[in-house]
């Protein structure tokens, strides 16, 4: 087989390929062997139809296709191979020659892993880690315990208020008319969390137990739903229950009951010791992420349509994995948030975009300081993992061959190793100082201060 190719756009490549006559042939006996056991003719039995009646009854064209769908993948890939291109996306194939006897010739268009041009990449200022911490994060921290805590008590008398858990059956109406997906019975919807369309949380508030009322609301313009999108509705409300939070005392005997202290004085030097440590950690993310992202800003690079959509596909994928996590399904996710895929996309692209930079930044950094993960950096890590998931080394890398996920891992600590590296050139980023007020403009003040003391002695 022959390949070569050349650069068309920027991250374009176009593929030359020829395959010579007898993988064609090889490929045309292939897709007979297929073909044969599912055609009938009358006098043989299936699959036992020889190959010159075969041909003379249906023509070698009738090959043709099954062929090519064996033998362009191979040279395909082969190609890829002889040449070191990396596309990043599905090949356009335009078929110039193909036929008995002959040689097959194809191009193939294909988007490939773009060019980065480094920028400054040492040196670069990083905020320095801050893990102090106020009094007030341990208050905050202490009152998210206190409602974690709560204990849910009906309430009989009263109306419902942000914060209550209501117990409702509502059925929805557009124009008169009922709609898919929008009735329910005894349906527990905690009023302010905004997991219901815009407005209709807002208009429970106030109603009473055994209240039945209407609620007026309007679907948003990128409502999932195109029959429901913009469309004004109403719903037919009745709430059975209003459930409220009963907050705990926040003193020893919370603590007792929360935790293994027994005064809240000491719980509340754990959760300082437990802050501190966390906020240490979220600091070193933020300087880590920081380093990355003002090198991949100093950096140029074009990147492909397709490389943004394929990353899109996986952080959506992401969000489906932790949506069932906490007990949900994507489609109902898009039920309760008036939103669909192409608007969560949406959401998501400029994060998309900045994760795809950032990964092709760091690798050419990698490559630029010759940084790669050793043999002894995968047996570390592989010791990590299996201390975690509680198995044997050998098992895991078994497991990881297998499956063909070991260069991830390998490729996963060259990453790590380069965001080190960059930290372990970086410079702490100063603080500004504050500016000074001019002396005039000082004096100013001070007397319009004396002014206005003059005015209130009198």
């Known amino acids: 087989m022959k390949a070569s190719w050349e650069k ?21 006996d292939r897709a007979f062997k ?19 009646i ?39 194939v335009d078929v110039e020659q193909f036929g008995k006897g002959q040689a097959l ?21 990083i ?40 117990i409702i059956d509502f059925e929805g109406f557009v124009n008169g008319e009922a709609f898919e997906g929008g009735k329910a019975e005894k349906y527990s919807l905690e009023l302010g969390s905004n997991s219901f ?48 939070k009963n907050l705990p005392e926040l003193d020893d005997e919370f603590a007792k009951d929360v935790s293994e202290f027994d005064t809240l004085e000491e719980y509340k030097q754990d959760i300082a010791k437990n802050l501190e440590e966390k906020k240490k950690q ?48 994507l489609d109902l996710y898009f039920q309760f948030s008036g939103q669909n895929v192409d608007v969560l996309k949406s959401q998501m692209r400029e994060d998309a975009d900045k994760r795809v930079r950032n990964n092709l930044v760091l690798e050419a950094i990698a490559i630029a300081e010759k940084i790669e993960a050793t043999d ?21 890398r078994s497991i990881f061959e297998a499956n063909g996920s070991l260069e991830g891992i390998k490729q996963d600590l060259a990453v790590r190793k380069t965001v080190d590296f960059l930290l372990a050139n970086s410079t702490e980023e100063k603080e500004k100082p504050a500016k000074k007020e001019p002396k005039a403009k000082k004096a100013a003040k001070e007397e319009a201060k004396e002014e206005a003391k003059e005015e209130a002695a009198e």
């Open 127 to 166: 905020p320095a880690a801050d893990s102090a911490v106020t009094p007030k994060e341990i208050d905050e921290e202490l009152e998210r315990l206190q409602q974690r805590h709560a204990e849910l008590v009906v309430v009989e008398e009263g109306a419902a208020a942000n914060g209550d858990i209501t």
């Open 197 to 244: 369309i815009p407005g209709f949380e807002e208009q429970i508030v106030g109603m009473t137990k055994d209240e039945e009322k209407d609620i007026e609301v309007t679907f948003p313009e990128e409502y999932h739903s195109e029959q429901l999108k913009g469309q004004a509705a109403t719903f037919k409300v009745k709430l059975h229950d209003i459930k409220r």
């Open 54 to 92: 075969f041909e003379k009854r249906f023509g070698i064209e009738s090959l043709y296709q099954d062929a090519l769908d064996i033998i362009l993948p191979e040279a395909y890939m082969q190609a890829v191979q002889e040449t070191g291109i990396e596309p990043v996306d599905r090949p356009e």
């Open 105 to 125: 010739k194809f191009k193939a268009k294909v988007a490939v892993k773009p060019e980065v041009e480094l920028g400054d990449y040492k040196g670069i200022a």
């Open 282 to 329: 979220d600091a070193e993310v933020q300087r880590e992420t920081a380093v990355v992202e003002k090198a991949a800003a100093n950096a140029n690079v074009e990147i492909p349509a397709s490389m943004i959509e394929t990353e899109l596909d996986q952080m959506v994928g992401e969000f489906e994995r932790r949506l069932r996590m906490q007990g949900m399904t």
């Open 376 to 396: 002894e950096d995968v047996n570390a890590e592989l010791d990590r993992l299996a201390e975690q998931y509680q198995k044997s080394v050998e098992e895991l």
């Open 34 to 52: 297929k073909v044969v056991a599912k055609v009938n003719v009358p006098g043989f039995r299936k699959g036992k139809v020889p190959r010159s």
């Open 8 to 28: 068309i756009e920027k991250n374009t490549a176009v593929l030359d390929i020829e395959v010579e006559a007898e993988q064609v042939a090889d490929a045309l």
